[in-house]
Structure formats: C-alpha cells, structure tokens
C-alpha cells in the first residue's frame, strides 16, 4: 500500500516553500562549489554518495550529487531527505536493513543498496529546513559524534554558499577577484579529504593519522571557512 506524503509535510511547510524559492536554486545547472563539497564531504567521510538535497512541493532535487551519475530528482516520499527536514538535528540511519524507516517508500533505497543514511538540515537564517547535506552508503556502520557535528558545520557551509549565491556575490571571478579565500578553503578541505581517504595520513613524526584526527583539522577548516563568508555577508 503507497505511503501517504503527508506524514512528511512538516507544520510551516507553506512558509517553508516560500523560503526555499528565495534561492531561485531547484532545477538550475550544476555549479562547481557545491559539486566540490559533495564531493570533499563523501571523501571525508568515506561513503560511497554525497547529496546536496533541496526539499520541493512533491520531490527533492539534488543541486550537487557525488556517486550517483545522472540523477537529478526523486519523488518526495521516496527520499530520505524528506524525513531530515523534519528535524533541526542529524537524522541518523545507520542500518536501514535492521531499522527502516517507515515513513518512506523504500523503493528507491532498495534501488541503491542503501543501508546507511546520515544527515543534516540546510536551515536558513529564519530557520526554516529546505534541504540537506546528506552521505549515503551501501553498508550498515556506526556514525559517531565527531562525525555528526562535522556533517553540521558542512551543511552550515552550504548554506552559507546558499546564502552567497542568493544575494548576488561572485566568488569565482577575473583577475581582481575580492574573495579568493573561500574557494581556497574549500580546495584545502578537498585536499584534507582525499589525504584522508587515501589512508596515508601522516604526522611529523611518520605515524599513521586516524580519521578522529582528519575530522577534528577538517572541524577548523570548515569553522575558519564559515567565519570567513559570514564577514562577506556582514559587509
């Protein structure tokens, strides 16, 4: 029996919708900083998929995608997304065979494999959830605290790149560009993840780095990144 969508339509969903097209995003062309963050956050933390996810009337649109080529939408009710927008924290499933969510069709999870979801809501600054920052992966595994409060600061970094985007800023421009240091910080991030994901992480002294260790240098450069576009927005 279809499930109904309305047990996925949170209480200020009207509002929501309208907070959602100030972004003038759902259904534009790919653009290479938010393909850069999926991909830099699939990396670091290991997962197969990495999503940009915007939350629309009846379907969620991926603005940025990392290991699912071609894909662009799925319906509303088939997507875990739908579900992270619900909550102002992470939504966390770290073996859906063992514990399904039961407010999705579970088609399309089906579809992928899919075992493990984790999480976080992109919330605008009035506070409404229009999407999520999400990893996906084929296999059950645990996700810990230093994960779940990196997965945080990330998606408040594509919010932020949201909210950059929104108001008009160019940060990829010509020869005089007045904002080189965001996307150097996210190609340092980039770096830290593809060091990270490698395994060969090492420290001055030639010892294996671990991945807490990946998260808490990667935790400083997203905060340092974050601090830095909030100071253009400010201006």
Known sequence: MPLSQASLIPGNEEDR???????QIVGTAPESLFDEMTTLTAKLFGARIALISLVADDSVWFKANFGLPG??????????CSVAILHNEATVFEDLRQRPCALIEPQV?????????????LQT???????????????????????????????????????????????????GQPY?????????????????????????NGSPVDSPAIYKEAG????????????????
């Not at 919708?17 to 972004?23: E, I, K, P, T, V």
């Not at 409060?149 to 932020?160: D, E, P, S």
């Not at 400083?220 to 201006?235: F, K, P, V």
């Open 17 to 23: 919708l309208l907070a959602l097209s100030r972004y």
């Open 71 to 80: 894909a662009t939408s799925v319906k509303r009710v088939e997507s875990l």
């Open 109 to 121: 999870m089906q579809a992928l494999h899919m075992n493990f979801y984790a999480a976080q809501p």
């Open 125 to 175: 600054p009035d506070g409404f959830n229009i999407g999520a920052l999400c990893v996906i992966d084929h296999g059950a595994r645990a996700f810990s605290a230093d994960e779940q409060q990196l997965l945080k600061q990330l998606a408040a970094t594509v919010m932020l790149l949201l909210e950059l985007r929104r108001v008009g800023v160019t940060l990829l421009a010509a020869v």
């Open 180 to 204: 080189p240091t965001i996307p150097a910080l996210i190609h340092s991030l980039t770096l830290l993840a593809e060091i990270g994901s490698s395994g060969t992480a090492i420290d001055v």
């Open 220 to 235: 400083h450069l997203t905060e340092l990144l974050n601090h830095t576009i909030m100071a253009i927005l400010a201006d």
